[in-house]
């Protein structure tokens, strides 16, 4: 009889530790689930602001296109690079060296939206 109890405590005792060790193994496989579930949504929300980063330019371009004759696709997405490269505060220089344009075509490219830019700080004065 005391053997049959010596059995059944070990045996309660290896069970015990097996639960244990499946614990943290669940426990593992949900945190990484989570970890994962996390990088997914925050490219997800990175491409969002990326989307809507291009609708603005877009929006700007074209409100500084009116009257004027439209641009190819190309040089939209173009034009699109060189605003934002010059929103986030690029030089000419540096805006040249990313678009691999010269520094005289980034300027005529953004001549209409410093103009823009130089009414406004006027018309806050």
């Known amino acids: 009889m005391e053997w049959a109890l010596a059995i059944l405590f070990g045996a309660a005792i290896l069970l015990l530790i ?7 193994q669940s426990q593992k496989a949900a945190k990484q689930e989570l970890e994962q579930f996390s990088i997914s ?4 929300v990175y491409q969002l602001q990326k989307k ?3 609708f603005e330019l877009d929006a700007e ?3 500084n296109e009116k009257g004027k004759q439209s641009v190819s696709p190309k040089q939209r997405i173009l ?3 060189v605003l934002d490269l010059h929103k986030r505060g690029y030089s ?3 805006i040249a ?3 691999e344009l010269t520094e005289n075509e980034v300027r005529l490219l953004l001549t209409p939206y410093l103009e ?3 009414r406004k700080v006027a018309n806050d004065s």
Do not use: A, C, N, P
């Not at 097996?18 to 943290?24: R, V």
């Open 92 to 94: 000419m220089e540096g």
């Open 18 to 24: 097996l639960s244990f060790s499946k614990t943290k």
């Open 79 to 81: 034009m699109r690079e």
């Open 116 to 118: 823009d830019e130089r």
């Open 61 to 63: 371009i074209s409100e």
């Open 41 to 44: 949504i925050m490219e997800e």
């Open 97 to 99: 060296t990313e678009t």
């Open 52 to 54: 809507m980063r291009e």
